[in-house]
């Protein structure tokens, strides 16, 4: 069965770094576009960022630009989210998904306070 698996939150304080992974199994990751998805208490789910299959092509929001890297490891089925200079206002649940289908992990819990 196609499942994604978030791992890598935590708590942080402002100006630290955290590295998010997902992990996926029951489809071919390899030829599969992804993103990360966040969403914070009372707001929309948003989109963090986009990568390619072969991750030679990304898109960030705005809004974490400069300070999120979005990578992955075909041969391991792993996608990442390299998180610096983290805020308060990047405290969220942070999701994987399948670009093009309605597959989603369970979210891993990022918080940013001091």
């Known amino acids: 069965q196609v499942q994604l698996v978030e791992s890598g939150g935590g708590l942080v304080q402002p100006g630290g770094s955290l590295r998010l992974s997902c992990a996926a199994s029951?489809?071919?990751?390899?030829?599969?576009?992804m993103s990360w998805y966040r969403q914070a208490p009372g707001k929309e789910r948003e989109l963090v960022a986009h990568?390619?299959?072969?991750?030679?092509?990304?898109d960030y929001a705005d809004s974490v630009k400069g300070r999120f890297t979005i990578s992955r490891d075909n041969a391991k089925n792993t996608m990442y989210l390299q998180m610096n200079s983290l805020k308060p206002e990047d405290t969220a649940v942070y999701y994987c998904?399948?670009?093009?289908?309605?597959?989603w992990g369970q979210g891993t819990q990022v918080t940013v306070s001091s």
């Open positions: 990568i390619s299959d072969t991750g030679g092509s990304t």
């Open positions: 998904k399948r670009r093009n289908r309605s597959v």
């Open positions: 029951g489809f071919t990751f390899s030829s599969s576009a």
